[in-house]
Every structure is written in structure tokens, then in C-alpha cells.
């Protein structure tokens, strides 16, 4: 056993001592305001702050009759209300600011929040294609160009970035992260703060992000949402937190609890993550608000016996808003005027929202973010579609590319466009879709007649139906099963076509939020319709438009060529084309792994050895090893997959042992056609711990555009901090010995030497 050398407190010693002290510096003036204000408040009007409502009317328009409506304008009349959510336009926040500013007894401005997940109406693609482009430059500008539009239409908050790790793709919201990588999703998180937020929270470009949820909801098991979570110290401290640590080093201004329990508590009441972790152990001033109505799900938890309970529960954990549970409203001043509840907590609450307050510049003019002639000429502009087509390029994942046949040349005279997803121009806007005007995508069957001229024959049948029924994001859709109608005519069209190109995937309504699934193979008659493509046309290129990794063994087996989209956006079929027919050259890598089957999830790279590993000390005909009996136990596509049109091959891999960590070069040689973007991924591998460690571990990446013929010397500084992990008490340690270091194209297709670091 290596003998263990604390190196840092993963949960005390966060912050290096001078970034502490500017930090300090920067909010003191912001914070003697706050206090002033503090103040003056009354206990009923501090309350009022901690309470965010959903906008049940259109507020251009009078209070509807109804008790609801009436009651909370009241409240925001009264000083009551500290925010609002789905309030929009510039002209709507403009009257609902009105109405609080003008007839509160301290003027005190509502912040309205909304989730702006991957655009607010110009669609960007969604997180987890952002995630494949592993280019932080285009995450970030997605996120620039959202919060542009957001905030010109009167928004100041969004609820995103969603940087949950989850290993299941059973779980319908891995669509809106970063997938299984903690390393990945760090850089993301950290790219999607930067883009949100800007370098100035009160500047009218930005709007305040929110990193969420905090923490473990991507683990619920089963993959079913809203679970429960039953998770290792040891996975939480190494997997779990790092994207939200890597969050709020970025300065993000919110964060979001979780719906599920963690360890028997719901995240909602749970002291050990909002106060012992986020805000005493890494020294945290931002606010942190519940989920939509988490803090009244903790009596449905079992965990709070009524709503007056919950409300104490969750203030004394460290919830600083309630989202549309009404508990803290309810319940808080009467626990404080009884003595069960210390005004203090309230006091550190409100605090952080008046801070935010500040930060954003509504007590200077609250009428700043609504602005009519910045929202008509910033929203759905085109600068935002050209660079929402851009950022789409960016996103996809060439998975196969049998005999080289993407991309398409002059020599293709005639195309066979085929599927339900191909002629959509809704399904490519993606499920949390903001305020994207539904049916506005430009389509993949578009994208295609746009990119080429008369001489080429382009011919569309539907071929299958995958989905009827009411599409928005609150409905089940119905799944159309065995439905082989349009067989014929998208067998005839192929026949006579150069080449097939079949769009296949999900409804994006099949992933997000409640859109969990038992099995994740691709629904209704498309694979049948594809083995019977087969049988006609040999060129078979399939566009995979999913939001989720998908088992589609028998797709990867028959198609020719596999291009894995996403949900691209505003944008998609202009993007696709560029890309099927060579303007663009592929690049995406996988932030999640493919499997086989449903049965494998969940599935992920970073695994660790069991004591019966595969190797080749075992006969096939063994039972005694760790597999399963009827079917694979590897990916079928790895995680960091990506292939391109041209050939990228590693060679001379050099790791040198320094007084900090190790330095590793290596040659990269583009030896194919085309000029092309590599993704070079560096993994660990700790031989030997005192906690077991995973088999692989991405330490970083460099995206590099190499022109064909070339050679570029790619290097990488690793540090002792690098090679650390937590322990199960959260103090980061490392431990001398021996680690494997590896480059490569994908987790699965390295060059590795194995060192020893004293």
C-alpha cells in the first residue's frame, strides 16, 4: 500500500488565500448596501424576498379575477415577492417590475428567471451536443448568445447550467449536461458560467447562471427521474462535485438543490451539501434556490412531517429561495417569532439574494433589461443563426464511416432522403426549447435541397412514423409501434438513389425532464425499415438524431456511415448538409458511452477493476470472470469516440517525471486528405491506491487543427494535484507510485507508457 500524503482539504482549504482577499475587496461595497437595506426591512418584507413565483398572467394585461392571480399582486405590491419565473419580454418584465418598484414601501426590484437552457429563441444545440463539440469557445458563446436574447427581452436569471454526471442514458435529463466525465463536464461548466455571465453581471448582455442540481441527481437509480440516490463518499467527492466546484470557481451566482434524497435526506434540507460543502467549505456567496417545489417534496419524502417543518428544515440546511412551494412565505415568519428558527439564517439568506440584486444593477435602474428596440433587433438575429450553424458543425460525432463514403462529391446525381425526423423542423429545436417558435428549424430534408443545385435528384418519403401526439414539454407523446405503411415508397426511392440517407433517433420529447425510459433502442419500425433499405441500396448513411446515447447495434452494423447530431438546434439541417457534403469536416467527440444494449446502463468508461477483470488469462468457455453471458460487456461506440475525414495517427509518446508532476508530448500526424480538427485526450491510471481507483481517467484535452500531411507536437503539463483524488472524509491526497499515462483519439485507442512519481 502507497503510504498517503495530504496534499490538500478538499472541503476547508478551497480557495488560494489572495483570490479570497480580492474577492472580499470587490463585494465590500456591494456589501455595506446590502446591510443598509437589510436594515430596514421588516421581518415580513425579508421573508418576501426568499419567495419566487411562477408568472401566472400576462402582466401587459390586468390581474386576472382569480384568487391565485390577485393574492400574489398583492404580495409583489407589499414588497413580499422577491423574483419571478416564465415572466417575458421586455415589455411583460417592464410592467411586473412596475408593479413591485412603484408600490413597495422600499422599492426593492424582482428578479425574473427563466430556464434558458440552450437558447432562449435562436436554438443552440442541446448540452450534451455541446458537450461533444469539446470545444469550450463554442459552449461558451451558445451561452453568450442565449443570454443576449434572454436578457434583452427582460431576463436576468436562468436556471442552467445543468452539470449533472450521470452514467445512465436511461435518464431522460442527460440530454441537458455534460455527460458521464467529471473532467469534461468541469471545463463545461465552467465555459457555459463564462458565457452566461460575462466579465459584468450588471451589463445588459448577461444574465446570472445557476449550477445545478447540487448535488447527485444524475444518479437516481434506475435512471428513473426524481429517484432516489444511494452513492459512496468517494464518488461524490471525485465524480459528483467537481463540475459544480469547477462552477463556482467561475463565479457562477446561483445554485439550484436537487429533487432526490442523498444519503436518506433530501438535497432540499441537506446541511452536509448547501452549508458544510457549498457555502462554509467553499466559501460560497452566491444564493442557492430549491428546485420547483422541493422544499414541500420533503413531506412526500417522509423527511418533513407538514409544510411548516420543511420550510425550517430546508432554511436551516441552507435553501436560501423557495421555487413555488409557498412554505417559506407561510411558515418562516411565524418559526422566527416563536423562537424555532433564528433570524439569522433569514438574514444570511436574503443577503445573498439582495446581493445578486446588486450584482445585476436592478437597484440602480430596474427597468435596465427592458429594453423593446435591443429585443426586437437582438432575438432570432442573424448574426445568432449563423453562429448557432457554426457552433452546430462543431457538435457532431462521426461514429462510422465505412469505405470513406461521407462526404458526398459531385459524383452523387441522386439522394433518398427517408424518415418521419428527416422533414421535422420541430424535433431539431430540442425539448427545453425556451422561446423557440415551434416548427422553425430548418429540417435535414431542407438542409440537404439548400446544399445542392438542380442537377442533383432529391426525393423524400417518410418511410416510418415514430411519434404522434400533442408536442410540448409538459405531454407524453404517443409512440407509433409497428407501423410499416410507408415501407414502400422509401424502399422505391432507394432503389434508384446513389445513396440513402435515413434519419433515425428519438422525438426530442422522448429525453428531458420526466422523459426517463426502460429501454433506450430506438422505438417504432425504423430498424426494420433499415434492414429493409439494406436490401435494395448499399449506401446507406444514417443521420442519428438523439439526446441520449442509444443501443443500435443492428444501426451500426447496416449503415454504411453514422453521424450522430443531436438535437442541433435553429440551424440543424443547414449544418448537417455542410457537413455531409464536405464543408465542414466532423470533429465531435462522445461525452458519453454507446451500449450495446439497455441492459449494460449504466454504462461508463471510468470503471474499475473487479477482481475478475477480462483478461487473457481466461478461456472463453470460463464463467468465472466479470461479463455478462449473453451479450458484450464493452461499448459499442466509446466514450471520446469521434471520427474524421481524414487520419490521425500518435506516435513518440514522451512522459518526463519533474519536481511538480510529469510533463507528456507526443507526435500527432494528420495523414489523410483533408484538413481536420483533433481532439487529444490525456487519461491517468493510478496503479496502486489506498481507494481503488478507475481504470481510466480523462486528466485533459487539447483541441488542434492539424492540415493534412502535417505533423504537430502536442504537449501536456500534469501536476501532483492532478494525479490526487479525495478520500472518503473530501481531503484530496496523493499517493506515490506508479501511473499509466496515456494520448490518444478516444478512451479505447491510446498510446500509454506506465511511470513512477515519488
Same mark, same amino acid.
Given at each position: ?78 414588497? %413580499?415577492?422577491?423574483?419571478?419565473? =416564465? ?40 448540452? !450534451? ?18 443570454? &443576449? ?105 446561483? @445554485? ?17 451539501? %448547501?452549508?458544510?460543502?457549498? /457555502? ?95 429585443? /426586437? ?17 462543431? *457538435? ?7 469505405? =470513406? ?54 426525393? @423524400? ?34 432503389? *434508384?438513389?446513389?445513396?440513402?440517407? !435515413? ?19 430506438? /422505438? ?108 458484450? /460487456? ?35 500526424? =494528420? ?13 491517468? &491510471? ?6 481503488? &481507483? ?6 485533459? @484535452? ?36 506508479? @501511473? ?19
Amino acid at each position: 500500500m502507497k503510504k498517503a500524503r495530504i496534499t490538500e482539504i478538499g472541503l476547508v482549504i478551497i480557495c488560494a488565500m489572495s483570490s479570497c482577499v480580492d474577492l472580499t475587496n470587490k463585494k465590500s461595497a456591494i456589501d455595506h448596501k446590502v446591510d443598509s437595506l437589510l436594515s430596514k426591512m421588516t421581518l415580513a418584507e425579508k421573508v418576501g424576498q426568499t419567495n419566487l413565483y411562477n408568472g401566472t398572467w400576462e402582466f401587459t394585461g390586468p390581474v386576472p379575477d382569480d384568487e391565485d392571480s390577485k393574492s400574489k399582486a398583492e404580495k409583489i405590491k407589499n414588497g %413580499q415577492v422577491g423574483g419571478m419565473l =416564465n415572466v417575458l419580454t421586455a415589455k411583460g418584465t417592464y410592467e411586473a417590475q412596475k408593479m413591485a418598484v412603484e408600490n413597495s414601501r422600499l422599492k426593492i426590484p424582482l428578479i425574473f428567471g427563466y430556464d434558458v437552457i440552450h437558447g432562449y429563441q435562436t436554438m443552440l444545440p442541446v448540452p !450534451i451536443a455541446q458537450a461533444a463539440s469539446w470545444d469550450a469557445e463554442a459552449a461558451s458563446l451558445s451561452a453568450q448568445i442565449a443570454a &443576449r436574447e434572454a436578457a434583452a427581452s427582460g431576463v436576468h436569471w436562468t436556471f442552467a447550467p445543468m452539470i449533472d454526471i450521470s452514467r445512465d442514458a436511461r435518464w431522460g435529463r442527460i440530454m441537458e449536461g455534460a455527460g458521464e466525465d467529471p473532467y469534461l463536464s468541469s471545463v463545461m461548466a465552467k465555459a457555459w458560467v463564462n458565457g452566461f455571465q460575462g466579465e459584468d453581471l450588471s451589463a445588459t448582455t448577461t444574465i446570472a447562471a445557476c449550477a445545478k442540481h447540487f448535488a447527485a441527481y444524475g444518479f437516481s437509480e434506475s435512471g428513473r427521474d426524481y429517484n432516489t440516490v444511494d452513492i459512496s463518499n468517494e464518488t461524490l467527492f471525485n465524480v459528483v462535485l467537481p463540475p459544480f466546484k469547477a462552477a463556482k470557481d467561475a463565479g457562477v451566482a446561483s @445554485f439550484m438543490n436537487s429533487f432526490n434524497v442523498l444519503g436518506g435526506v433530501p438535497a432540499t434540507g441537506n446541511e452536509f451539501l %448547501q452549508r458544510t460543502i457549498l /457555502k462554509d467549505g467553499w466559501d460560497y456567496d452566491g444564493l442557492v434556490v430549491s428546485d420547483w417545489g422541493s422544499v414541500a417534496e420533503m413531506i412526500t419524502h417522509g423527511y418533513a412531517k407538514d409544510l411548516k417543518d420543511a420550510a425550517k428544515l430546508a432554511l436551516i440546511a441552507g435553501c436560501d429561495m423557495d421555487m413555488e412551494s409557498r412554505a417559506y412565505e407561510q411558515a418562516l415568519e411565524k418559526l422566527i417569532l416563536n423562537g424555532q428558527l433564528d433570524e439569522s439564517l433569514l438574514n444570511d439568506a436574503v443577503r445573498r439574494i439582495l446581493r445578486l440584486k446588486f450584482k445585476l444593477g436592478l437597484f440602480d435602474d430596474p427597468y435596465r433589461y427592458c429594453d423593446e428596440k435591443r429585443e /426586437k433587433e437582438e432575438v432570432l438575429s442573424k448574426k445568432n443563426l449563423e453562429d448557432a450553424r457554426d457552433i452546430a458543425h462543431k *457538435t457532431f460525432v462521426l461514429l462510422k464511416n465505412e469505405s =470513406n463514403i461521407l462526404p458526398l462529391t459531385e459524383k452523387t446525381k441522386s439522394i433518398a432522403v427517408i424518415g418521419q425526423l428527416a422533414n421535422s423542423k420541430d424535433i431539431p429545436l430540442g425539448n427545453w426549447r425556451g422561446k423557440a417558435i415551434q416548427n422553425s428549424a430548418v429540417s435535414l430534408l431542407e438542409g440537404i435541397q439548400n446544399a445542392v443545385d438542380e442537377n442533383v435528384n432529391i426525393r @423524400f418519403a417518410e418511410g416510418y412514423t415514430l411519434t404522434r401526439g400533442t408536442r410540448d414539454f409538459i405531454h407524453e407523446l404517443e409512440i407509433v409501434d409497428k407501423d410499416e405503411s410507408g415501407f414502400a415508397k422509401a424502399i422505391e426511392i432507394a432503389k *434508384t438513389s446513389d445513396v440513402v440517407v !435515413i434519419a433515425m433517433g428519438e422525438d426530442c420529447f422522448q429525453t428531458g425532464e420526466g422523459r426517463s425510459q426502460s429501454d433506450i433502442g430506438l /422505438k417504432g419500425s425504423q430498424v426494420k425499415l433499415l434492414s429493409e433499405l439494406k436490401k435494395v441500396n448499399n449506401n446507406i448513411i444514417v443521420v442519428l438524431m438523439t439526446g441520449r446515447p442509444v443501443a443500435i447495434p443492428e444501426v451500426a452494423k447496416d449503415a454504411s456511415a453514422i453521424l450522430e447530431t443531436w438535437y442541433a438546434g435553429s440551424e440543424s439541417g443547414n449544418a448537417i448538409a455542410d457537413v455531409l457534403f464536405g464543408k465542414f469536416n466532423p470533429s465531435g467527440k462522445l461525452p458519453v458511452s454507446f451500449p450495446y444494449s439497455t441492459g449494460q446502463e449504466p454504462l461508463y468508461y471510468s470503471v474499475k477493476n473487479t477482481g475478475r477483470p477480462q483478461t487473457n488469462d481466461f478461456d472463453k468457455g470460463l464463467v468465472f470472470w466479470s461479463h455478462y453471458t449473453d451479450g458484450s /460487456k464493452e461499448a459499442l461506440f466509446s466514450f471520446g469516440h469521434g471520427l474524421s475525414y481524414t487520419n490521425f495517427t500518435y506516435d513518440k509518446l514522451q512522459v518526463t517525471v519533474n519536481k511538480t508532476g510529469v510533463e507528456i508530448s507526443a507526435e500527432v500526424s =494528420n495523414s489523410g486528405n483533408y484538413d481536420g480538427d483533433e481532439v487529444v485526450q490525456l487519461y491517468i &491510471r493510478d496503479m496502486v491506491a489506498s481507494i481503488t &481507483r478507475p481504470i481510466l481517467e480523462l486528466k485533459g @484535452f487539447k483541441k488542434v487543427r492539424i492540415q493534412k500531411g502535417t505533423t504537430d507536437n502536442i504537449k501536456f503539463e500534469l501536476t501532483k494535484d492532478d494525479l490526487s483524488f479525495y478520500n472518503h472524509q473530501g481531503k484530496k491526497i496523493f499517493e506515490p507510485g506508479e @501511473f499509466e499515462i496515456s494520448l490518444g483519439t478516444s478512451s479505447n485507442n491510446r498510446i500509454k507508457q506506465i511511470i513512477e512519481i515519488k
